[in-house]
């Protein structure tokens, strides 16, 4: 609800796809939401109403407005408003007997919710997407550390049933759990959404080779990088578009995007469409992907059921998820980088993958998951 009207993140993406899917299903399906001022319970109707506007940015209508909307509408549309003290009282008056609780999305799991969840015998599933604040303090906001942890050891504490995005995940999380909760393992189903050119902003794509970093600018992500990279190419570099929001604790990276000429090899864009960025996707020479650390890694993910070559860090989880299809190359080596990059320039962007790849569906995720929660 919070980002409603904005560029989905991987998270949002997934939580889009749990609500689309349980609306679809048989059982009655009811919505929680945590206001300013407490809680607004849902029904399945109310959040059918509510699935366009928390379906991604639109062409026509600013995330402001949206946020203005939503809000309003949510508690137009509500079966049940209260104050935090009343939420026990509220959830026993309105949900049937025997309601499952799920969670995937990391937020609202905090002991009110689990502790009322608890208390009304609701079998309690939770999907966990990573633990790289655990593993990668130094990658994250000031103050984020301490509460992330303590929302993993009240996950610990009531969850019956754990999801994990990839066996990655899972073996990591373990890692933190005194006696982890039962668990399953599922890849997220991926989505390749129809490119659009006509809602790409003018100048975009580059013309000639052009290589593209999706996600939002933060240390993790490792722009640094490929800005290390593009400087070492000099003149004779392909183009390298940065698409995604600017994020927390970069402020050098920042910096250095700043003061890049606005006609020169490197572009920085934000708040694109799907269909925008699939667009911009499919024409770009690869994806470039030299992120620290990932849970799972929809964005190499999808670049990959596009047929787009992708050059990733040599991480663990995109082995397990894409197998021998990426391109890797450790970033402690710059050099491999460089050439790889230079390889693909000069192929183009009609160069065809390894072979096929049968990217993950939604549909086989939910009937592993949904038949458990």
């Known amino acids: 609800m919070r980002r409603a009207g904005r560029v989905l993140t991987g998270v949002d993406r997934v939580e889009l796809a749990y609500l689309r899917a349980l609306l679809e299903d048989a059982p009655p399906v009811f919505g929680l939401i945590r206001s300013r001022l407490g809680y607004i319970l849902l029904d ?49 008056r309105k949900l049937p007997a025997g309601v499952a609780y799920l969670n995937v999305g990391h937020s609202n799991l905090t002991a009110r919710v689990l502790g009322a969840m608890r208390r009304i015998d609701a079998w309690i599933s939770v999907m966990i997407h990573d633990v790289i604040p655990l593993d990668f303090p130094e990658f994250q906001r000031a103050g984020t550390v301490a509460p992330f942890a303590a929302m993993i050891d009240r996950v610990g504490a009531h969850a019956d049933l754990v999801i994990y995005n990839s066996e990655y995940t899972k073996e990591r999380a373990e890692a933190y759990f005194a006696d982890p909760p039962s668990s399953i393992v599922s ?33 993790r992500k490792n722009h640094g990088f490929l800005l290390d990279i593009w400087a070492e190419m000099g003149a004779d570099a392909p183009g390298l578009i ?58 190499a993910t999808e670049a990959v059921a596009r047929g787009v070559p992708v050059i990733v860090n040599d991480l663990p989880v995109m082995r397990e ?7 890797y190359a450790s970033v402690s080596d710059r050099y491999l980088w460089i050439n790889k990059i230079k390889e693909l320039a000069a192929l183009g962007p009609d160069v065809q993958k390894k072979q096929p790849f049968f990217p993950p569906s939604w549909d086989a995720h939910f009937k592993t998951v949904l038949r458990l929660t």
């Open 44 to 92: 399945q109707a109310g959040l059918a109403e509510l699935v366009v506007p928390l379906s991604g940015r639109s062409a026509s209508t600013s995330p402001e407005a949206t946020q203005s909307a939503i809000w309003p509408q949510a508690r137009a549309l509500a079966i049940g408003r209260v104050p935090p003290f009343l939420l026990v009282a509220m959830l026993r």
């Open 187 to 219: 890849h997220l189903g991926t989505d390749v959404v129809p490119a659009a050119p006509a809602e790409l902003p003018p100048g975009l794509p580059e013309t000639g080779p052009y290589f593209v970093c999706v996600g939002t600018i933060e240390p």
């Open 242 to 299: 940065i698409a995604g929001g600017r994020g927390w604790n970069n402020d050098a990276v920042f910096a250095r995007l700043d003061a890049l000429p606005s006609d020169g090899r490197i572009r920085e864009v934000s708040g694109l469409s799907d269909g925008a960025l699939a667009a911009l996707v499919e024409r770009s020479a690869g994806v470039l992907f030299a992120t620290h650390a990932e849970g799972f890694g929809l964005p």
């Open 321 to 327: 998820i894409l197998g021998d299809i990426p391109i």
